[in-house]
C-alpha cells in the first residue's frame, strides 16, 4: 500500500533561518511527486510536480529535490509570509486512476 | 487562472440531516474530486468523478454519495450526518481526463467547506 510521510509535523523558524521539510514515500512506481502550499483556511495551492530522482525545482525561497525515496523542500532565508501548511503527494504508476496520495502536512511558522 | 468555488465555507448541521456539498469549476475540467481533510490525517479521497455521470469510489467512501449531472458541477451528499463526518472537505479538479497514465498535471482546489455535524 502507498504511504507517504512527512516530518517534522511542525517546524517553527526565525525569520532568515533557513531549513527543509521531508517527504518520505513508499509506491510501486513513482508517476509524479506533488508539493502544495496550504494557508489557513484555504485548499491547497499547487506549488512543483517532480518526476525522476535528482530532478530539482525552484520558486522563490522554495527549492524541491527528489530521491528514489522521498523528496525535500528547502526553504531559504524564509519570510514570515511563507507560514504555511507544506503538503507533499505521490502519483503511483501502478493505480490506473491516478489518484494522489497526501502526507499529513508540515505546518510551518516563520516569525519575525 | 482556474477557479473551483465550492458554495459554503462553513455550515452545521445536525445528527441524521441529509446535507449537500457543492462544488463548481470553471475551466472545463473533465475530472473532479472529493477529499476530507482532518489533523494528522491529511487528504483523503472520498469519491472522484473523470466524466458526466461517471463516479468512482476512493478510500473512504462509506456514509457518502456523489451527483455530477453537468460537467461543471459536482455534489458530494451525506445521506445521514453523523459526527464522525465533521471535517474539512475540499473539492479539486484537473483536466486530465480518462488518460491519466499519460498525464501528470496538478490539482486545482477550493477553498474548503468546514462542516460541524452537533
Known amino acids: 500500500e502507498d504511504q507517504v510521510t512527512q516530518s517534522p509535523e511542525a517546524l517553527r523558524l526565525q525569520e532568515g533561518e533557513s531549513s527543509s521539510l521531508n517527504c518520505s514515500y513508499t509506491v510501486s512506481g513513482l508517476r509524479g511527486l506533488f508539493w502544495y502550499r496550504q494557508d489557513p483556511g484555504k485548499g491547497p495551492e499547487f506549488l512543483f510536480t517532480l518526476y525522476s530522482a535528482g530532478e530539482e525545482k525552484e520558486k522563490e525561497r522554495l527549492k524541491a529535490t527528489l530521491t528514489k525515496k522521498e523528496s525535500f523542500l528547502h526553504i531559504t532565508a524564509p519570510k514570515p509570509e511563507d507560514s504555511a501548511t507544506y503538503l507533499c503527494a505521490v502519483h503511483d504508476l501502478t493505480d490506473s486512476w491516478g489518484k494522489l496520495q497526501f502526507g499529513a502536512g508540515t505546518q510551518v511558522v516563520v516569525t519575525p | 487562472d482556474v477557479k473551483v468555488t465550492q458554495s459554503s465555507r462553513y455550515l452545521v448541521k445536525r445528527t441524521g440531516e441529509k446535507v449537500f456539498l457543492e462544488c463548481v469549476q470553471d475551466?472545463?475540467?473533465?475530472?473532479m474530486f472529493w477529499y476530507r481533510q482532518d489533523p494528522g490525517l491529511g487528504l483523503r479521497l472520498i469519491y472522484f468523478s473523470y466524466d458526466v455521470k461517471m463516479k468512482e469510489k476512493g478510500d473512504i467512501p462509506e456514509g457518502y454519495s456523489v451527483s455530477r449531472e453537468k460537467k461543471e458541477r459536482f455534489s458530494l451528499i451525506l445521506e445521514s450526518a453523523s459526527t464522525n463526518q465533521t471535517s474539512m472537505y475540499l473539492c479539486?479538479?484537473?483536466?486530465?481526463?480518462?488518460?491519466?497514465?499519460?498525464?501528470?498535471?496538478?490539482?486545482?482546489f477550493g477553498n474548503g467547506t468546514r462542516l460541524t455535524v452537533t
Open positions: 479539486a479538479s484537473d483536466p486530465s481526463g480518462q488518460l491519466l497514465r499519460s498525464y501528470n498535471s496538478p490539482l486545482h
Open positions: 475551466m472545463d475540467h473533465e475530472n
